[in-house]
């Protein structure tokens, strides 16, 4: 008997944990349309970004995908494009990628309608008949391995390491021998972990990726840091790290890398790309709290697991942040941020294992349309689109 | 909160390979501290204090030997210490992501 949740079933096959109209500006110059078209349909998201225009090559291409993906994910009923209409993305070309995906698709072009105004007035009718059609549609019952969850932490501090993370990796793994899938990220945060990571690879080719990858990331920060004119901007630590008992990127790696548990890595996958099968994978991202999350969501996840030991109150638009401490002073600092206080491992109340299974629930819970705190404040910082230099 | 009591002196071992313990809370020099094991407890007298998060030698450590914790090098140390000395970034060394 595998677990099961109550989700949305989308025509491509896929299956969403909330069902909400996404309103997806092609360039940042119609972020602000988009915003207005959102506030008109109270329950649809928009998503605000800096991206879509003079960028050129492998940084455009990212943007482009990840953009594409994020239209795809499939806790999106429907999505209105809203292009500006001279952008280097074109809106045409992020409804084509969307497109695949068969749901409700509309495209709005600023410079096609006269004005922001008209814009705003024919996104808004759009996207209201499409939340009514999504409106009609009722949750239905599936198997835990049509989820996918991203794995994701900020604010870390010595907690994070010895219990939220591991707790987690605990519910990861359930999930994943289940059929579900997973994904750990924050390349950066995982450097000096690679060997332990690679063992843990289904095959060569994936370890040698594995490896590859944390080299690269870690090459690209030696570069970074070369022509620094400050030398205090130089150390991947921060004072805050330090300040919490980490002394150094490894221990803070280590600590990073037990969200993923010990589940066997599938493969590698690219920023804006998703996997082809499911299983637990590693998402070539830097360790931003909102690139990470943004790289999950254009992976296909549905929730992101989020533990945070010095407390943050950021989500995500339309994807739900299930937010853990595994510090109980955050937890009562924080309460109306905090979703799960793992910190009840520290003061004996609970055992890691117990923990681990309370996240796990959780996630069946928000799976199935209880709304995590992040969603009901309205909390949608984290959707920031990667760049490359 | 029963436990706070127990909490107050102690360290936690996450890898039975370790060499080093976390403290639970903060730990004041001359203390006994009990070092907590998955399977057994131990003790230790603090040399120095340490603050809650930051790590304790449960051993002697020698000058290059490699510091332990989950199981794994986290970096090197910079001068030999003996059981229940503060470790951190004074006097422990790891060159990965610091330049």
Redesign the interface.
Known sequence: MTDTFMGFRRKNGTVGVRNQIAIIPSVFCSAKVAERIAYQVPGSVYFRHPVGCSQVGEDLEVTAKTLIAIGKNPNFAGVVVVGLGCERFSPYELAEGIAPANKMLETVVIQSEGDSLAAIQKGSKIAREMQQIASRQVREEFPVSELMIGLNCGGS???S??IANPALGIASDKLVSQGGSSILSEI?EL???ED?LARRAINEEVAENIRETIYRT?EK??RQ?QNSSNKDR????STGN?A??L?????KS??SM?KSGSAPFSGVIQYGHQPDQKGLFLLDSPGHDGEVSTGEAAAGAQIILFPTGRGTPTGFPGVPVIKITGNPKTYTKMRENIDINAGQV????KSLEQMGHEIYQEILEVASGKHVKAEVLGHDEQFCVTRLP | ????I??QKAA?V?DPSDNVA???TDLKKGEECILRFNDREEKAVLLEDI?????LAIFDIEKDES?L??G????KMMVSVQKGSY???HN???E????
């Open positions: 501090d010595m907690t390491g010895l950066t450097i000096g972990t332990i870690e920060l030696r840091t130089t150390h991947l630590i330090y919490g008992g002394s150094s990127v490894v221990e280590l600590g037990k520290l003061t004996g109340d | 909160m029963e436990n706070t127990n909490l936690l996450i976390v403290a639970l603050t809650f998060g930051h790590k510091v914790k989950y794994e090098e986290i970096g470790i951190h970034n422990m060394y790891c990965r992501g610091m330049k």
